[in-house]
């Protein structure tokens, strides 16, 4: 299982990014998956998941702001980030779970650091 992790960069408070996650070795459209973040010294916090039937679910902190989507055609996950705000800077982390109803995920990509500026 390989999860590729991109599009992570400086944006200024307010502005948007938009991250990718390419998947390989599994089964994408049958994947639930998701979206974690980490700054330092703190634990790794689920941002938002999708299910393989596109149900997705969000961190309340990033109710409104944040979209999760898949493309079953690409093995592409995104994020699009909208509103950022400087406590939305982290290393973001996409994840491939064992089950549709798993709540911890089995494989992790390496990350992409979001720096947002005030």
């Known amino acids: 299982v390989q999860l590729q992790a991109s599009g992570g960069g400086l944006v200024q408070a307010g502005g948007s990014l938009r991250l990718s996650c390419a998947a390989s070795g599994i089964a994408f459209s049958f994947a639930k998956m998701g979206w974690y973040r980490q700054t330092p010294g703190n634990q790794r916090e689920l941002v938002a998941d999708i299910t393989n039937s596109a149900t997705t679910n969000y961190a309340d902190s990033v109710k409104g702001r944040f979209t999760i989507s898949k493309d079953n055609a690409k093995k592409i996950l995104y994020l699009q980030m909208t509103s950022l705000k400087p406590e939305d800077a982290a290393v973001y982390y996409c994840?491939?779970?064992?089950?549709?109803?798993?709540?911890?995920?089995?494989?992790w990509g390496q990350g992409t650091l979001v720096t947002v500026s005030s």
């Open positions: 994840a491939v779970y064992p089950t549709n109803s798993a709540g911890v995920p089995t494989y």
